[in-house]
């Protein structure tokens, strides 16, 4: 059956709905090694007890330790939850809660990506709620009394946003993903520390770049009306990605660089919290899930076939980006500055070393793809709805021959 009536009427909705989802307002902390301050933040709120919680391969590097050493230092007992070696899952955040009750943790500090900052995000709401169990509190407004246990986030990749994004996907009893909006959570400072990043294999620095880059491109392609301080700040995140992310793949040592790709990431973040994501995420996601693509690199497929496709209804917004980033002269057509835009994604994505990736559709899988595009992309306020006929053609571009 095709949607795409109702679709196009509740085309606005989620833009509004999100509206009222009160959003964290977090100090950043940034710099090279920066976690080392930690300690003192937590002492300066007056913790006497936190818990951190990261997963098996940074701990495997020692990146926790740099934190557990300043919490020492501040006189700050810090409990480790290190054994996170998958998606967000109940048992996960199951043992997390206990831990954070059990040593009555007065923050959490989440040291990873986005699975350790969602699962963190559960925790630091369950532990409010102690008489619900975790699997009651996976729907889709989880709205939390007062606010979540404060919390600290360290990402290790500059990509997710998942440092300051309300949403938490998590799978559920069922084997399924789901995403909870978290009302009332309370990240009460970032951490941006380009140590993290700075050794993480090539193809996870572009991925991770690829997506940031689309979250900020789609927040600002979004139908989502926001304060100018957030549409600028997706613009911002656009600009510094494009002239930052081939730096960090030429010299992956670039401090400056990667500072600036962390806090793009973080942009892309409040891309996703104020002006939501679009038809590139609802692509990404169902190939995604339905060929067990990466997310970094599903989105990578799918950016320029949707751009592309969508590029006559987007031609103001494209120029604007291409402008904003002093691609053309300002003298330049939309038309001119838009192609410009699009060319500038096309060469970052042969820079990253990602124009090679295999193309995964096939025709046979249309049916089940078209519903499953259509399906997610009622959580988003896209610049233009897609009939399942232009879904269709946007899959042939990305379809194996
Ligand atoms: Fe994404």
């Known amino acids: 059956m095709d949607t795409y009536k109702f679709r196009k009427q509740i085309h606005k909705l989620p833009g509004k709905v999100i509206h009222h989802v009160p959003l964290p307002e977090p100090q950043v902390v ?62 996960l955040i199951d043992t997390g809660r206990k831990m954070a009750m059990e040593c009555q943790a007065e923050c959490v500090i989440a040291l990873g990506g986005g ?53 938490a996907v998590v799978t559920n009893a069922r084997g399924t993903k789901g995403s909870t909006v978290l009302v009332g959570l309370d990240v009460t400072h970032v951490i941006l520390d380009s140590e993290l990043t700075i050794h993480a294999p090539q193809l996870v620095t572009a991925a991770c770049g690829m997506d940031a880059l689309s979250h900020v491109v789609e927040g600002t392609l979004s139908d989502v009306a926001v304060y100018v301080e957030d549409a600028y700040h997706s613009l911002e995140g656009v600009r510094l990605i494009l002239q930052h992310l081939p730096v960090v793949m030429r010299e992956p040592e670039n401090i400056e660089s990667r500072l600036a790709m962390c806090r793009a990431a973080m942009y892309g973040g409040n891309a996703i919290n104020t002006q939501l994501a679009g038809y590139i995420h609802a692509f990404a996601h169902s190939i995604g899930a339905k060929y067990h693509i990466p997310h970094g690199q599903a989105i990578t497929l799918m950016m320029l076939p949707v751009m592309e496709y969508q590029k006559e209804v987007c031609l103001e917004k494209y120029a604007i980006m291409a402008r904003y980033c002093h691609l053309v002269e300002e003298s330049a057509s939309d038309n001119e500055a838009a192609e410009c835009f699009l060319q500038a994604v096309r060469e970052l994505i042969v820079t990253c070393g990602l124009d090679k990736l295999e ?22 306020s896209a610049p233009m709805t897609f009939s399942n006929e232009d879904i269709v053609k946007v899959l042939e571009r990305v379809t194996k021959v």
Not at 45 to 71: A, N, W
């Open 30 to 91: 940034e710099g090279h090694g920066a976690r080392v301050r930690i300690g003192e933040i937590c002492k300066a709120c007056g913790y006497k007890h936190v818990l951190l919680v990261t997963d098996q391969t940074l701990q495997k590097l020692g990146y926790e330790q740099k934190i557990v050493q300043s919490l020492e230092e501040a006189g700050v007992v810090c409990s480790l939850f290190a054994d996170i070696d998958s998606e967000p899952n109940i048992a």
């Open 115 to 167: 699975s350790v900052m969602d699962t963190c995000k559960m925790i630091a709401a369950g532990v409010k709620m102690p008489h619900l169990k975790t699997k009651t509190l996976l729907r889709k407004f989880l709205v939390v009394p007062g606010k979540t246990l404060p919390m600290i986030t360290v990402p290790s990749t500059a990509g997710t946003g998942a440092e300051v994004t309300v949403g």
């Open 359 to 380: 193309l995964p559709v096939q025709p046979a899988d249309y049916e089940e793809l078209t519903r499953m595009v259509a399906a997610d992309s009622i959580n988003y």
